[in-house]
């Protein structure tokens, strides 16, 4: 167990739709990174927050959003549904954002757009 | 950050040690290097990471060559639980990581 808590663990729903996905990182770690998993393209970095604040932007797409809160879970919203979103949904924490250490990742949200 | 080159696939047998290569020709002077697992779809796992002098914990030793072009992960005693994906991951003293393809290591009993 790392710690690092996602919710939901599987969801699934149709195109065109929102969802969000909701990480808690481990106690006392102030960096959230949020990455994509998909079939075809292995794990993509999207955003990076690190104590509330917007630290580093991957791949994301312009219909996805995130946002760290003071209690510094975060929650990725992904708007506006296609198929080609599908994919797992992995946080990751780590104790600061800008040092050599480890991230800790979450199991995961698996996401099925229909 | 640096890119890094990993063999696509390798078998070991259960019991023996498992050494998995990467290559990270244009690795600079900042850049540390990072093991990481996934296990099935589960969220990856840090292994061990290294600047310039070999590591080990309780799970594996990182080999690094001198020119830091290289770098070895040896998994000691390999059993059927080690089976994953293992990326060998470049980064600098910055935000991310940025994983590869890695290398599906597969453990035979």
């Known amino acids: 167990d790392s710690g690092v808590t996602q919710t939901p663990k599987h969801l699934i729903t149709a195109t065109g739709q929102r969802v969000t996905l909701r990480c808690s990182p481990r106690s006392g770690d102030l960096s959230v990174y949020w990455y994509q998993q998909s079939l075809d393209q292995g794990l993509q970095f999207l955003i990076q927050?690190?104590?509330?604040?917007?630290?580093a932007k991957g791949n994301i797409l312009e219909r996805f959003s995130a946002q760290q809160f003071p209690d510094l879970h975060s929650e990725l919203n992904l708007s506006s549904l296609e198929l080609g979103d599908s994919a797992l949904y992995f946080c990751a924490s780590s104790v600061t954002g800008a040092s050599a250490g480890e991230l800790f990742f979450g199991e995961g949200s698996r996401l099925t757009v229909l | 950050d640096a890119k890094t080159t990993q063999p696509t696939s390798m078998d070991c047998a259960e019991g023996r040690a498992a050494n998995l290569p990467c290559n990270h020709s244009?690795?600079?002077?900042?850049?540390?290097v990072y093991w990481y697992r996934q296990i099935h779809s589960q969220g990856p796992q840090y292994i061990i990471h290294?600047?310039?002098n070999n590591e080990t914990n309780e799970m594996a030793s990182l080999i690094i060559t001198e020119d830091r072009k290289s770098s070895t992960l040896i998994l000691p005693h390999a059993t059927l639980r080690d089976t994953a994906v293992y990326y060998c991951i470049v980064r600098q003293n910055d935000y991310k990581l940025s994983f590869g393809a890695g290398t599906t290591v597969t453990v035979r009993a």
């Open positions: 927050y690190y104590n509330g604040e917007e630290r």
């Open positions: 244009t690795i600079s002077g900042n850049e540390y």
């Open positions: 290294g600047l310039k």
